[in-house]
């Protein structure tokens, strides 16, 4: 098994956090870890992350990023889609272009 390895950006105001598991294959705990190691996600500004991983992985992402304005997830077909919110700009199933 295999810490994912984590990349962060800033795309207009938006910061996009990418992933990816090398092999496939990661644990819980590895992945819990590499959250821990990417230090604070909760912030001002809004977060769209984007990757291949399990369910509650990203469970655990989403809720490092609390609060933040709004979190999105990447659909490579539709782009991003809010997932939570607490900004009266977004709202839960709005779909944004990916930056």
Do not use: C
């Not at 390895?5 to 590499?34: C, M, Q």
């Not at 490092?64 to 709004?70: I, Q």
Request: charged share 15%.
């Amino acid at each position: 098994m295999t810490k994912p390895v984590f990349l962060t950006r800033d795309a207009n105001g938006i910061r996009v956090v990418s992933f990816e598991i090398p092999g496939g294959v990661t644990t819980p705990s590895e992945f819990s870890e590499s959250i821990a190691e990417l230090g604070e996600l909760s912030g001002k500004s809004p977060i769209i992350f984007d990757g291949r991983g399990p369910v509650w992985g990203y469970g655990m992402l989403i809720h490092a990023a609390h609060p933040t304005p709004w979190v999105a997830v990447r659909d490579p077909r539709l782009g991003a889609v809010v997932i939570a919110t607490h900004s009266p700009d977004q709202w839960v199933g709005n779909v944004i272009p990916f930056p």
